[in-house]
């Protein structure tokens, strides 16, 4: 089962920071998932939230923020929130990448950050996973990188899973953990896909996650 740090090893460093990062790297995670929004300057930043009151000393929303000021505040280890780009040069191809659509217009500075990684030899295709609860973008992203692999992301996986898995050639369904059933996880194996459970840190839910057969898990503590 693949163990995919979420937001980084957010159970030990603040979420989505470098240091988040560089400490699932350092515990061996094999993935990393964040999330990433474009702000007012048009840089793809990684973030949870639409705005930045709760991981960092500033208030407002992201879309609304330049880059610059978004930068002058700090998040609770003193960083300040990274870059896409600032991101992946952090993780540097050593794990592979889940990369979360979260704002609008994200899925075109995903696409452009990933071409741009990909120019250097210490990233393959194969490293990126590419997924959104919001499905119409993630459709517009799949149109401008077809070669990269998509992830697409439900909270109660609904019994249509397929229709949008299907126009996405999708290489996942990301869940809700807490949702998932025996027959509902064989009905997406059956389908083709590989199913990511999110977000499991309890010992009991990652044994019972193993015994579904899930494909992977995200997990605070990588
Ligand atoms: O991608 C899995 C998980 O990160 C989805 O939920 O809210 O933590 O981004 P959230
Ligand atoms: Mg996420």
Redesign the pocket.
């Known amino acids: 089962m693949l163990i995919i740090a979420?937001?980084g090893a957010s159970g030990h460093k603040p979420e989505n920071t470098i240091a988040s990062f560089l400490r699932a790297l350092e515990l061996g995670a094999k993935m990393i998932?964040f999330?990433v929004h474009v702000c007012k300057s048009g840089e793809a930043i990684v973030i949870?939230d639409f705005t930045i009151d709760r991981t960092t000393n500033g208030k407002g929303f992201v879309s609304e923020l330049s880059l610059e000021e978004i930068k002058s505040f700090d998040t609770d280890n003193g960083e300040t929130v990274p870059t896409l780009y600032e991101t992946l040069e952090a993780i540097n191809g050593k794990s592979m990448v889940?990369i979360?659509i979260?704002g609008k217009k994200s899925y075109k500075e995903v696409a452009k950050a990933i071409k741009r990684q990909m120019e250097s030899s210490v990233w393959e295709k194969e490293d990126f996973l590419v997924?959104s609860?919001n499905h119409e973008d993630l459709l517009k992203f799949h149109k401008l990188m077809p070669e990269i692999k998509t992830?697409v992301?439900f909270e109660h996986v609904p019994e249509n899973f397929h229709e949008i898995a299907d126009k996405l050639k999708a290489y996942s369904i990301?869940a809700n953990f807490e949702f998932l059933t025996n027959e509902i996880v064989d009905k997406i194996h059956n389908s083709g896909y590989k199913v990511?459970a999110?977000?499991v840190n309890e010992e009991s839910d990652k044994s019972k996650m193993e015994n579904m057969n899930v494909d992977g898990i995200?997990t605070n503590y990588p």
């Open positions: 979420h937001r998932e999330d949870h889940n979360e979260k997924s609860f992830g992301l990301n990511f999110y977000t995200f």
